[in-house]
């Protein structure tokens, strides 16, 4: 009896601890959502696991202050026929960037880096990057940057570095394809690589997805002199309450990290995920823009707090001035936008510092308020926040694969269609 008793009371402390971490709840009739409209996430959600197109999902969603869902789908790892948790850990990939950029914000609230400074004050080796000239029949050459790239181009993708993967010429062939390949070197090795390669576009030029945010994150740990993750734990998890977002796992908390489909539904081909490897094992550095894993509930209230303007609770991340700026769009009519368009979901959005911002009503290819701002991750989750209708909403799921970019722009509108009011 008395061993029953301390499992009850073990499982009791447990879910008080993860319902303290938790929004205040409310009936999503109270905050002007229905209830039943909000049935058919689980309904979409419910067929799709049953058809194999996705493994489960963790869904969580806020509005006016107010957890209004919070609902768990399908399994945890399908193979093994683990059901799904509410409290289950994803790598979020490149959901890491937002938290990346708030923690160099805090830090230029500080004054201890300016967004116009260029890279190359914080990283010397970074001080003199050129750019690559491409002329058909000839092999590459460069020229001189007309500036250097700026900490501010480095949350906005306007430095002029990018992934390997986003394109097949012979410079992009020398660029690591991803935050994750970066992060098999260490800082130095990862910058005095970049410093060897010149910059694809003029800094300030062209919007290109990039490792922008790798190297804003060891631009952080050069000026607080800590890895980033304890940096971002101090300042930025441990305040938010935020108890299951970090860069490693313990042997406790990987039981409960999510698993995708060891097939990729769309193609048929057996995949490899580099994002959950082993999550046990430090990286060789803490890749500002990949790294970290999260639950629905950890990253909502992250981005309650973007909502709040820099606040949740009792607690305040930023300024509310800071928070605007980042998450107004940042690129004028000087820089090339074109690559905004490869995906639907950010088609008709401009790019802030780390999100994308959506510019108007229309256009896009997805239902949205003007202002409303997102990033999602490779491994399949998403997140947005719409200040408008005082939305924050946060989509987990083990879904990598062009599959990522079916369920950002489903989860959108199965959100949306429940305002009620």
Not at 115 to 138: C, F, H, I
Request: hydrophobic share 40%.
């Amino acid at each position: 009896m008395r061993i029953c008793s301390a499992m009850v009371l073990a499982v009791l402390a447990v879910s008080t601890s993860l319902q303290a971490e938790q929004i205040p709840v409310a009936k999503p009739e109270a905050v002007g959502m229905s209830s039943p409209r909000l049935e058919r996430i689980g309904q979409v959600l419910r067929a799709d696991v049953e058809s194999g197109r996705m493994p489960g999902a963790v869904v969580a969603i806020a509005r006016k202050g107010k957890q209004v869902y919070y609902e768990a789908f399908g399994f945890l790892d399908k193979t093994a026929r683990t059901p799904m948790l509410k409290d289950a850990i994803f790598s979020i990939a490149s959901m890491t960037k937002p938290m990346a950029t708030v923690g160099a914000l805090m830090l230029v609230e500080e004054g201890r880096l300016l967004l116009n400074d260029p890279v190359g004050e914080y990283l010397p080796q970074l001080g003199k990057m050129s750019v690559a000239v491409m002329r058909p029949g000839t092999a590459m050459g460069s020229e001189a940057a007309r500036r250097q790239p700026t900490i501010q181009d480095l949350m906005r993708h306007t430095a002029g570095f990018t992934y390997g993967n986003r394109g097949t010429s012979e410079l992009y062939k020398m660029y690591p394809q991803g935050s994750i390949e970066s992060a098999s070197l260490t800082g130095p090795q990862f910058i005095e690589k970049l410093a060897t390669l010149p910059l694809h576009y003029q800094p300030g030029t062209v919007w290109d997805y990039s490792l922008g945010l790798d190297v804003l994150g060891l631009a952080i740990e050069a000026v607080t002199k800590q890895p980033l993750s304890r940096f971002l734990n101090e300042r930025l998890f441990a305040p938010l309450g935020m108890v299951d977002t970090g860069f490693v796992l313990t042997a406790e908390k990987a039981r409960r990290l999510a698993r995708a489909l060891p097939v990729d539904p769309e193609t048929g081909n057996q995949l490899k995920y580099p994002f959950i490897s082993d999550r046990r094992q430090r990286r060789m550095f803490d890749c500002g823009g990949a790294c970290a894993f999260s639950t629905a509930t950890d990253y909502l209230r992250f981005a309650q707090m973007l909502l709040n303007r820099g606040a949740l609770e009792d607690t305040r991340i930023l300024g509310r001035k800071t928070v605007e700026f980042m998450t107004a769009d940042q690129l004028g009519p000087e820089v090339n936008t074109d690559r905004l368009r490869d995906s639907p979901n950010i088609n008709g959005y401009g790019f802030g510092l780390s999100v994308a911002v959506r510019r108007g009503s229309g256009v896009a290819g997805v239902m949205g308020s003007p202002g409303d701002y997102h990033w999602g991750g490779a491994m399949g989750t998403f997140f947005w926040v719409d200040p408008k209708e005082e939305l924050a909403v946060v989509f987990m799921a083990a879904t990598p694969g062009a599959t990522r970019l079916h369920y950002r722009q489903v989860i959108t509108s199965l959100v949306l269609q429940a305002i009620a009011d």
